[in-house]
């Protein structure tokens, strides 16, 4: 990759399982590279985590046990939340998603600056799967989730 773009990132694929499953298993993946592999950061899929834990979108526990936990792995480079959104809850109150979205949103840039290099929420569009679009159907922002997550 980097004989084609001497400037590209490589971050690893994101990784599920949480804290202690998914962080073992980023170790594991991440030894069993070639030796000459260079990665720029360790993506993440942190579901079911947030600010506050025990409410409605935080079920699988505190964020930090995540961001603390991943960070041990390359102590020297950026995570990457390369998904993260409510899942399976379409018709939940749209203020109550942005609360969720935003609050995690300004926890993790306080908590830990230049830390995460990138949060990228799922889904971009209502009816992708099973997430909490940005849009709808159509492409049309679904307010307040949209107009709040892209000001955090």
Known sequence: IRSSD????IITGGHTGGPVFGAQYARETIAA???DVRLD???LHPYGRG???GERYTVFGHIDDSIQSYSQILPDKPLWLTEW???DRPDDPAQDIA???THFISYLKARYPGRI???LWYAWAQGMHNGYGLVDRQGNPRPPLT??????
């Open 99 to 101: 609360n969720y979205a």
């Open 33 to 35: 590279l070639p030796s």
């Open 117 to 119: 290099a990138a949060m």
């Open 147 to 152: 107009e709040r997550f892209l000001l955090a």
């Open 85 to 87: 959104g409510v899942l």
């Open 51 to 53: 600010p506050v834990p």
């Open 41 to 43: 950061g360790i993506a």
């Open 6 to 9: 001497g400037d590209v990132r």
